[in-house]
C-alpha cells in the first residue's frame, strides 16, 4: 500500500497509527473518551428535556470539520480502514489456501457426513456391535422360532414301510408342531436306522413346514409259519409283514413255529438275528454241502430246531432258543458233514438223524 499522506495521517485520531504494513488502532482509556459529543474539538453543551438528552443544531450530530480537509479527511481515514481490512482478509485467505495443500497437492475437503453416518460409525467400535448384535440376534431367534409357518405341519413318508404312519412316526420320534429350525434330521435318521427292519433311511425338511422321511425296508430271507398265519422275515428277524398272495419272485425257505405264542406284528423281531441270518445262508449252501435240499425247518414245542430235507428224513438239531445254543449250530452241521461223507444221505433208509450231541451221532433207520 501507497504510504499516506501527512494530512492523512494528521487527520486521524491520535489511537490510530498507519504505517507502510497497515493500520494499527489502540483502544482508548476512560479518561480519554469524550464524556460529551464534541465538535471541532470542543465540548457541546448538552440539555435534557424530559429526561431526554437534546443536542444543539437539530438534536443531530455532525461530523467535526478539521483544519487540514474537512470532510476529505475522514473519507480517507475511512478508506485506509477498507483497504487494511481487505489486505487482512487477502492474508487471511491466503494462509486457508496454504493449508488445504499437502504434499504438493491440493486437499479439497469433504463435506461433513450426515448424522447416521457418524452414528453407524460410533456403533462400529467392537464392544459396541457386540453389546447390540448378541441381544438383537436372541430376539430374531426368538421369534424365528415361534413362526406358525416355520412349525412341523406336514410328515410325508416315501419309500415302503412295513409298519403303519402313527408307528412309524413314533419310532423316529417326530415332534408335531416343533419348529423346523430345531428339527434334528441326524438324530430322525438314526432313530428309524436303528429298527430292526429298516435298511437305509433319511429325514430331510421342506421348508418352510414339511418332514420328508424316505425308510427301504430289508429283503425278505425266510417265511415264517405260526398256526395258519405266513409273515415274512427279514435277515434280523423281524416281520416285514404277510406273505402277499400272489407268486413270489424268488423261493424262500420255510420255517414253521410250532410254539404257542402271540402273534407278531409288522416290525417286530420273531427270531433272533443270528439264528435267521444262519438258516437263511444253511438253505443256499445246503444242496452242495449234503447233496440234498431243505425242504422245510421246523421248531418243535419245546424249542429244538430240526431239518426236513428233500429226501425225507429229518435232522434234529437239538434246543436252539438261547444265543449259546445258536452258536453250538456250527459243530452239529460238521458231524452231518462226516456223516454224509460215509452214508448216502439220498437214499431212503434214513428217517432221523439226531445230532444234539455232536459227537454221539445217532442215525434212526
Known amino acids: 500500500m501507497e504510504r499516506c499522506s501527512r494530512a492523512v495521517r ?5 489511537h490510530i497509527h498507519v504505517t507502510a504494513q497497515g493500520a494499527d488502532i489502540e483502544p482508548l482509556t476512560r479518561k480519554e473518551r469524550p464524556s460529551a459529543p464534541t465538535r471541532f474539538g470542543a465540548a457541546v453543551p448538552e440539555r435534557r428535556v424530559g429526561g431526554r438528552r437534546v443536542v444543539p443544531g437539530g438534536g443531530q450530530r455532525r461530523r467535526p470539520r478539521t483544519r487540514t480537509g474537512g470532510w476529505r479527511q475522514n473519507e480517507v481515514a475511512d478508506e485506509v480502514l477498507a483497504e487494511v481490512a481487505r489486505q487482512a482478509a487477502s492474508r487471511r485467505q491466503a494462509r486457508d489456501e496454504a493449508r488445504r495443500h499437502l504434499a504438493g497437492r491440493m486437499r479439497i475437503s469433504r463435506p461433513k457426513p450426515p448424522s447416521w453416518y457418524l452414528a453407524w460409525k460410533e456403533l462400529r467400535q467392537p464392544a459396541r456391535v457386540v453389546s447390540v448384535l448378541i441381544p438383537s440376534l436372541a430376539v430374531a431367534g426368538l421369534l424365528a422360532l415361534n413362526l406358525p409357518f416355520l412349525r412341523v405341519q406336514r410328515v410325508e413318508v416315501e419309500g415302503s414301510p412295513v409298519v403303519g404312519r402313527a408307528q412309524l412316526l413314533a419310532e423316529a420320534g417326530v415332534v408335531m408342531g416343533q419348529s423346523t429350525l430345531q428339527v434334528n434330521t441326524e438324530r430322525l435318521t438314526a432313530s428309524l436306522l436303528s429298527q430292526p427292519w429298516v435298511q437305509t433311511a433319511s429325514a430331510a425338511v421342506r421348508w418352510p413346514g414339511t418332514l420328508v422321511l424316505t425308510v427301504t425296508p430289508m429283503p425278505p430271507v425266510l ?86 430235507s428233500s429226501a425225507g428224513w429229518t435232522a434234529d438239531l437239538g434246543p436252539i432258543l438261547t444265543a449259546s445254543q445258536v452258536a453250538n449250530l456250527g459243530p452239529k452241521l460238521e458231524a452231518l458233514r462226516a456223516l454224509a461223507a460215509k452214508v448216502n444221505l439220498k437214499g431212503p433208509g434214513i428217517h432221523t438223524i439226531y445230532l444234539e450231541d455232536p459227537s454221539q451221532v445217532v442215525v434212526n433207520p
Open 10 to 14: 494528521e487527520a486521524l485520531p491520535s
Open 223 to 308: 417265511i415264517y409259519e405260526q398256526g395258519k398265519q405266513e409273515y415274512l422275515l427279514a435277515a434280523s428277524g423281524a416281520v416285514l409283514g404277510s406273505v402277499p398272495s400272489g407268486p413270489a419272485s424268488a423261493p424262500l425257505p420255510v420255517l414253521q413255529d410250532l410254539q404257542r405264542g402271540s402273534r407278531p406284528r409288522a416290525g417286530q423281531v420273531a427270531l433272533p438275528s443270528r439264528l435267521t441270518s444262519a438258516l437263511a445262508q444253511l438253505s443256499s449252501a445246503f444242496p452242495a454241502a449234503y447233496g440234498v435240499s431243505v425242504s422245510r425247518y421246523l421248531i418243535s414245542a419245546v424249542g429244538a430246531l430240526e431239518i426236513q
